[in-house]
C-alpha cells in the first residue's frame, strides 16, 4: 500500500466518483453503477460533503475487517444522538430505564470476545434447527392466507411477519405479539438512522422503555425459571465468565431486536423478485432443491440486505492508496466488494452456479460476522422450499416503484412488491 496524503483518484475517461452521491435516493437504490466507478478509480474514497472514507474493493474491504486494532467498531462520531435535542432521550433511559451502553456491535475484542463467546453459545446451531418445524408451519399459515387469491403483498403478509414472528418468539414474546416487537424494531431504527424533534424523542424513549421493561420482566423470569431458550441462555450464560449487568443484557437486546429486523425481510424480498426476474432460476431451484443453499448466497452477494456499516480508524493509516487520518469515520461497504469484478468475475451477472458465492460479505467477517447467519439462513430455506411448493409462474402484480427501495444510507429496504401466481398446493 502507498503513502499518499491524499486520496489517490486519478480522473481518466467515463465516471468519476464525485458524479454521485450517495445522499441521492436513486444512487442508494441502485449504487453499482458507483460501486464500480469506486473500484476503478479509488477503492477508498473520502466523499466530500462528509468526510466520510468508503471502503468498496474486496481485498480492502476485508483487510479493514481483519485489522480490527486500526478500524475499530467503538464508533465517536457517527449516530444522531447527539446535541441537546437528544439529551432528552437519553436522560430519559437514565432514570427510568437502563441507559445505553457498548457491547457487541460497538465493541473491539477483547471485550467483544466475551460478549461474541456469550452470544455464539445462546444462538447456537442446534437451537436454530430446532426451530424449523415451527418455521415450517408458520410459513404455511402465512401462505394459506392468501394462497386463494392469486396474489399478495409479500412485503407485508409474508417477509415482515415470517422471521418477525419467529424473532419475537425468540426473545420471550407469544408470536401473536409480533407488532410489538415490530414497534420497538422500527423505533430503535428510526432515532438510529434520522434526527428526530424533542417530542419524537420524548415518544422514543417511551416506546425504548416499554421494550426494556418487558425484556426485563422476561430475564427476572428465566433467571428464577431457566428454560431451552434463548434468554435463559444470555442470563444464565456465564459459567466461568463474569455475569452480564441488566445494562449489557439490554444492549444486546436492543441489536438483536434491531439487527434482525429488516435484514432478513430484504433478503426474502430481494430472492422473491429475483425468481420473478429469472423465472428460468426459479424452475431449476423447483427441480434440484439442494441449490436453494447457493441461491441464498448468490441473492446476499448480489443484494446485500446491509450494504454498509462504520468503523472509526484509530490511527492514521494507508488503504487502498488513500491516507486516513485517526479519528476518521470510515464505512464499510459489504454491497460494493460483493460486487466486485476481481473477486467474482462479472460481478453485475446473478449466477445461481457461481462457484465461490458463498465469500460475500453479506453478513461482514470474523470478529462480527452476523451471529443471526444461520437463523436468517435457515428461514429463508423454509421460506423459499414453501413458496416453490405452492406457488408458481411467481410475476409482479404492479410495477416497482422508481426507485425501488426507500431512502436509506445502509440498507437496501424494498419499498414495495405486489406478486402474483398460480397456485400450486
Ligand atoms: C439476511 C439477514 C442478515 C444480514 C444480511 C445481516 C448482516 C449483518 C452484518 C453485515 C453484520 C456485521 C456487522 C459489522 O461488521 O459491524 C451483522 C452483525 C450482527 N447481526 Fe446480522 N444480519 C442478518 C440477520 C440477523 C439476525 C436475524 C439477527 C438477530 C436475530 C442479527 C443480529 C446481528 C448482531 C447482534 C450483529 C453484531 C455482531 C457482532 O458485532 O459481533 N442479524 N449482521
Partial sequence: MSATTEPKCPVSTG????????????????????????????????????GIYLISSYPELKDALDNYGTFSNVLERAGVLQGENAKVFLNTLDE??????????????PNHSRYRKIVDRAFNMKQVRNLQPRMTALVNELIDKFIDRGECDFIEEFAFPFPGTIIAE??????????????????????????????????AAEIELEMQHTYAAIFEDRRKNPREDLMSALVMAY???????MHELQNLMHQFTAGGYETVPSALNHGIWTLIRFPEVAEELRADRSLI????????????????????????????????????????????????NSQFPDADKFDLHRPNSNQHLGFGAVPHVCPGAVLGKQEMTVAYNAILDRMGDLQLAAPMPDPVHRTSFGFLPMKQLRVKFRKLA
Avoid at 427510568?96 to 475484542?109: E, F, M, N, V
Avoid at 409480533?178 to 434520522?194: D, I, Q, V
Avoid at 443484494?303 to 486516513?324: C, F, M, N, S
Fill in 15 to 50: 465516471k468519476r466518483p464525485e458524479d454521485f452521491s450517495l445522499a441521492d435516493p436513486a444512487v442508494q437504490s441502485s449504487p453499482y453503477e458507483f460501486y464500480h466507478t469506486l473500484h476503478e478509480k479509488c477503492p477508498v474514497y473520502k466523499v466530500p460533503e462528509t
Fill in 96 to 109: 427510568r430505564g437502563w441507559k445505553h451502553i457498548p457491547t457487541l456491535q460497538r465493541s473491539d475484542p
Fill in 170 to 203: 425468540l426473545v420471550g414474546l407469544d408470536g401473536s405479539e409480533w407488532p410489538r416487537y415490530r414497534r420497538w424494531a422500527e423505533n430503535l431504527l428510526a432515532y438510529g438512522t434520522r434526527v428526530m424533534t424533542v417530542e419524537e424523542l420524548r415518544e
Fill in 239 to 245: 459459567e466461568g465468565d463474569e455475569p452480564l449487568t
Fill in 293 to 340: 443453499r447457493n441461491f441464498i448466497d448468490e441473492c446476499l452477494r448480489w443484494e446485500a440486505p446491509v450494504q454498509g456499516l462504520y468503523r472509526t480508524a484509530k490511527t492514521d493509516t494507508d488503504l487502498g492508496g488513500t491516507h486516513i487520518p485517526a479519528g476518521s469515520l470510515c464505512n464499510v461497504r459489504y454491497g460494493a466488494a460483493n460486487r466486485d
